[in-house]
């Protein structure tokens, strides 16, 4: 208890400042995958989380420490070559989309990977918590982090509300878009420029592993309890922001537990409640909706059957010649005709 209030009350600031962070990644991670996972581009997302890896470790030699601006620079060139050449092996080779994805996430990683080991043995000793990056640590965000990955975070935020209808237009139909005028190749560069930010953003608290699944678990959890654009946005980020604090906290419980795969788990928490007990169109929902209908359409079958009997003269219809009208029914009928 007294950890919680400690965490909750923040009472130390630097716990203030990882909330806020991890807020404002939820949120913007949260917009972004959404519009994502509604373009059916939820792959592309992992191909980048993996791919800035290299970006990341880049940026590391280049200043010789986790200087913020390097890291993020390096992680935003590696992921937007990733995307870049996801997009040119698809329009210029006969490889499927989801190869050509695969094949992109597990060159970079691995050579990302190779990277973080050429770092580990070269002694210095600004390299330790570089390894957080692989499946993050939120409670290691610092204020001038949060100058940085806030501020981007704010910009994804402001720029998807603005802009709303241009990248509605480009996930449900951007050859209207095309057709009324409006640019769309222009609008799938900003897309993807800040589908990158939001993965740059992510990877310290999240990690390059998970941060897939900071963006698209939330919309897809979201999807079964709207189907309106706005609403599906705000649940998409409520998710994905209670997620974080959630996973943050058992973080800093925990000292040696990473971020990254609690706020996983919190999330998939979220999507299997939601895939049973949504309205509409959670599972239990729809067993028992299903369940009602068919009850009605037995019952009507059954009363046609009993008006038919009238017609022909039958005052009443015996539970026999009901069994016979309904032979693989007879517990159905037996109910209902106690109805």
């Known amino acids: 208890m007294e950890d919680f209030l400690y965490f909750f009350t923040f009472q130390d600031s630097s716990i203030a400042f990882v909330v806020i962070g991890i807020t404002l990644l939820g949120l913007g991670s949260a917009y972004v995958g959404t519009y994502s996972f ?29 200087d913020p601006i390097f890291i993020v620079g390096g992680a935003f060139l590696s992921g937007a070559l990733a995307t870049f050449l996801t997009s040119w092996i698809r329009t210029n080779t006969k490889l499927s989309e989801d190869a050509t994805i695969a094949s992109i996430l597990s060159i970079f990683f691995g050579f990302g990977v190779v990277l973080l080991t050429v770092i580990q043995k070269s002694g210095n000793p600004e390299m330790a918590g570089l390894n957080q990056f692989i499946f993050g640590n939120a409670i290691a965000i610092l204020e001038e982090d949060l100058y940085i990955y806030g501020g981007l975070a704010v910009l994804i935020i402001i720029s998807l509300s603005l ?15 095309k057709a009324i005028g409006y640019p769309m190749g222009t609008i799938r560069l900003i ?18 592993v998970l941060m897939a699944a900071l963006l698209i678990t939330p919309g ?10 706005h609403k599906l946005l705000l649940i998409a980020g409520l998710f994905s922001v209670i997620s974080g604090i ?57 009363l046609k059957a009993l008006h038919h009997g009238l ?22 009928a037996n109910s209902q005709s106690m109805i």
């Open 220 to 229: 897809a959890a979201a999807r079964f309890w709207t189907d309106r654009l």
């Open 246 to 302: 959630i996973g943050t906290y058992i973080s800093f419980v925990l000292p040696q537990m990473p971020t990254g795969p609690w706020v996983v788990v919190c999330l998939s928490l979220h999507a299997l409640i939601s895939f049973l007990f949504a309205p509409k169109k959670g599972v239990l929902f729809r067993s028992i909706s299903r369940k009602n209908y068919l009850n009605k359409t037995h019952r009507d079958h059954l």
């Open 191 to 208: 897309f993807n420029v800040l589908m990158i930010l939001a993965v740059v953003i992510g990877i310290q608290a999240i990690g390059v």
């Open 38 to 66: 509604m373009d059916k581009k939820a792959l592309l997302g992992d191909a980048i989380s993996h791919a800035v890896l290299p970006g990341i470790c880049l940026g590391f030699i280049l200043a010789g420490e986790k």
């Open 311 to 332: 017609e022909n003269g039958k005052k009443y219809l015996s539970i026999e010649e009901i069994y016979e009208s309904f032979p693989f029914q007879k517990q159905k």
């Open 163 to 177: 802009f709303q209808k241009e990248f509605s237009l480009l996930v449900f139909n951007p050859d209207y878009g």
